[in-house]
């Protein structure tokens, strides 16, 4: 069974701030990751995915992350953000071992983290 | 790419009623499709997946009876709420994933509210 755990349920900061959406995990088999965004009364937006190779990933809008493995943590960063990114941002994991594993990849969501960008 | 459709965006209906709602993948064939329940300022439940051609798979404690999942073919799977009561509503989402099945794509939603 996986685990997610978004450590800050709301995060507030400045216009052009750098932010940090942590995310870590817990599975007992190797994991995909990502990260979705959801504005307002919308569906899921896909920001980013590690599946394999550099553990430093960047995505849509300016936004990144990174793959710490030994920490099991899979952080969001911007390094300056806009009134425009204010939304939920979710992190999610799926198991690696997809169909074989009787996962489908099936995406474990962890609650979310309120992002707020004020002028 | 990967474009994901839902219908309709919004829907009210009289309890004991039935609303059908679609997914479509717009451009791309979806192999694997799922759906959500989302609460107010709550995470994505998964209800239930559903492959092309096969019987979806609903989570534990989802009433299969009472969600109804079809999905007929590689870029369309609906989900009926049978006999709605005010407790169902909620906002309903959709994902599709394609032929390697890793990344879910989401549409848009579907608040259903039943009065």
């Known amino acids: 069974a996986q685990s997610v755990t978004q450590l800050d349920s709301q995060v507030p900061v400045f216009e052009e701030a750098p932010v940090e959406l942590r995310c870590n995990y817990s599975s007992s088999v190797s994991v995909y990751l990502f990260w979705y965004v959801q504005y307002p009364n919308q569906g899921l937006q896909l920001l980013l995915k590690?599946?394999?190779?550099?553990?430093l990933v960047k995505g849509i809008n300016g936004f990144e992350a990174e793959f710490n493995k030994s920490q099991t943590s899979f952080h969001l960063r911007k390094p300056s953000v806009h009134i425009s990114d204010t939304a939920e941002y979710f992190c999610?994991?799926?198991?690696?071992?997809?169909?074989?594993?009787?996962?489908?990849?099936?995406?474990?969501f962890g609650k979310g983290t309120l992002l707020t960008v004020n002028p | 790419g990967a474009v994901v459709s839902q219908h309709p965006s919004w829907v009210i209906c009289k309890s004991g009623t039935s609303v059908k709602i679609e997914c479509r993948s717009l451009d791309f064939q979806a192999t694997t499709m799922f759906w959500y329940r989302q609460f107010p300022k709550q995470s994505l439940m998964l209800m239930a997946t559903?492959?092309?051609?096969?019987?979806?798979?609903?989570e534990q404690g989802v009433e299969k009876d009472k969600f109804l999942i079809n999905h007929a073919s590689l870029t369309l799977s609906t989900l009926t709420v049978t006999s709605a009561h005010p407790e169902d509503s909620s906002f309903y989402i959709c994902s599709a994933a394609g032929l390697a099945g890793i990344t879910q794509y989401f549409g848009p939603g579907t608040r259903l509210t039943v009065l």
């Open positions: 559903s492959n092309e051609g096969s019987k979806a798979t609903y």
């Open positions: 590690y599946l394999s190779g550099s553990t």
């Open positions: 999610a994991v799926s198991d690696r071992r997809g169909n074989s594993g009787g996962s489908n990849y099936k995406l474990t």
